[in-house]
């Protein structure tokens, strides 16, 4: 029996109860694949904590393979990542969109020749223009894009090949595997249904959670016997079978790979003096990727500094629920717009936009202090406050790392921000590396205030002001 975790609307994870048998089935079809089946150095990159592993681990030894173990200080950070990949003569990867994107990105100046499978899964995958050139430079390697819920694992596959050129920006997530039953629930848009998964492929239940494995696992969906598994995710099959992922039915948001329910985020944060109205959305922000963000309307007579407010509420947050469905930026709005009929209109919600600070010349301290407000979306930084304290994530150190090697400044990696996670502690530790200026740069829609006051009544819709 394997117990995994999934992320819950409850603040705290779900356990998911799964026999060996969906995993046996998976690790089956490996086998049979042409090419997943060969043998092949494979690089072990989740973490046991990401149902990945599994898949990870017993393919690649099921097949013949190689399983390369690297320190966690290396997995972290895309350079050193890139310089793995190399040295040890990866074959195989299996890794999140976000952490290919980083691998593209560092794979610029260094290609890891031997790379010939890229599997990514856990959220959707997109090409963008640095994926292509990564696969340009790598002829005959193929990208797989592989689809399925923690409560299922791996349900469908997708395989780019050929001329990258020809790939789309979204790739389909494929057809079903094997042992695996796909259906479309009909929702009220005719063009897209709620993808049901059933077969040999569903876990048993969530561990001491009887109410919810009957919501979600259910023997009584009209015209479909047996036991499915309501995944809440929308998609549309075309004629040949092909399935595309098309978003989530429902308002759940997924960020860095975590699925999160907004709802019990935003109970949290009314729960919080002061707080009459909250909404949390995850827009993707250029440069940035995703990140969640609060949009707060206050009760009158709020007397706290908008600052100390929000320092206030993340700390409440952060002491009660994972550090995941913490949100990074907050906007303070006068009111929340809404849709003809009353609703909340979550595309009318305004999106952070704001100039990024200026560094100036080659100052460590400055350029440090500069970049991470804008990953932050904050005014202001102490040089002695814990980064992590304020909202950073590995991503964001990640971000972080690549954006200093983006501007030429080298000799720096992820383990040094965790071991000195302050702006202080971080210039110190580039003295002595070139810091060039950076340039205010303007992205429309970008945020790099994470405190934004908006007068719902008088702005557009992307206006911020801090």
Request: proline share 9%.
């Amino acid at each position: 029996t394997l117990f995994r975790s999934t992320s819950g609307s409850t603040g705290r994870p779900k356990g998911v109860a799964m026999g060996a048998t969906p995993l046996s089935h998976l690790i089956q079809w490996h086998a049979d694949h042409p090419r997943l089946g060969q043998p092949a150095r494979t690089l072990q990159f989740a973490p046991l904590s990401f149902d990945v592993h599994c898949q990870e681990i017993f393919s690649t030894l099921a097949c013949g393979g190689t399983l390369v173990l690297v320190p966690e200080a290396q997995r972290r950070d895309p350079g050193l990542l890139l310089r793995a990949l190399i040295d040890r003569r990866i074959e195989r990867i299996f890794v999140p969109y976000v952490a290919l994107q980083m691998i593209a990105d560092a794979a610029r100046e260094a290609l890891p020749a031997a790379l010939r499978e890229v599997i990514s899964a856990g959220e959707q995958l997109q090409v963008t223009p640095a994926i292509r050139a990564l696969f340009q430079r790598l002829p005959g390697a193929e990208l797989h894009n592989h689809y399925g819920p923690t409560e299922s694992h791996v349900v469908t596959a997708h395989e780019l090949r050929g001329d990258p050129a020809s790939w789309p920006e979204i790739p389909p997530i494929g057809r079903a595997l094997p042992h695996v039953q796909l259906a479309l629930l009909p929702t009220e848009d005719p063009a897209a249904g709620e993808l049901l998964l059933g077969g040999d492929t569903l876990a048993w239940g969530y561990l001491g959670r009887p109410e919810l494995t009957a919501e979600r696992f259910r023997s009584d969906v009209p015209g479909l016997p047996g036991r499915w598994y309501l995944t809440g995710d929308l998609a549309r099959q075309d004629d040949d079978g092909v399935f595309t992922y098309l978003g989530r039915a429902d308002q759940q948001l997924k960020v860095d790979g975590f699925r999160i329910e907004p709802g019990e985020i935003e109970l949290a944060l009314m729960a919080q003096p002061g707080v009459k109205e909250a909404v949390v959305t995850a827009p993707e922000l250029p440069g940035i990727g995703k990140q969640l963000v609060a949009h707060l309307v206050l009760h009158g007579g709020v007397a706290e500094a908008p600052a100390e407010l929000i320092g206030r509420v993340r700390a409440q947050l952060r002491a009660n629920m994972p550090e995941y469905m913490v949100p990074v930026r907050y906007l303070l709005l006068d009111r929340l717009p809404t849709t003809p009929s009353g609703k909340i209109d979550r595309k009318g919600l305004p999106l952070p936009a704001a100039e990024a600070p200026q560094a100036a010349g080659g100052d460590p301290l400055t350029l440090v202090r500069s970049l991470w407000q804008e990953l932050l979306g904050l005014p202001s930084i102490g040089d002695g406050q814990n980064l992590f304290d304020l909202g950073a994530r590995s991503l964001l150190v990640m971000r972080f790392v690549a954006r200093l090697k983006d501007l030429g400044v080298k000799g720096l990696n992820v383990a040094d921000v965790y071991d000195r996670p302050t702006v202080a502690g971080i210039a110190a530790a580039l003295q002595g590396a070139t810091a060039p200026a950076v340039r205010p740069r303007r992205v429309p829609g970008q945020a790099t205030a994470g405190i934004a006051i908006v007068g719902m009544a008088t702005r557009t819709p992307g206006a911020a002001d801090l």
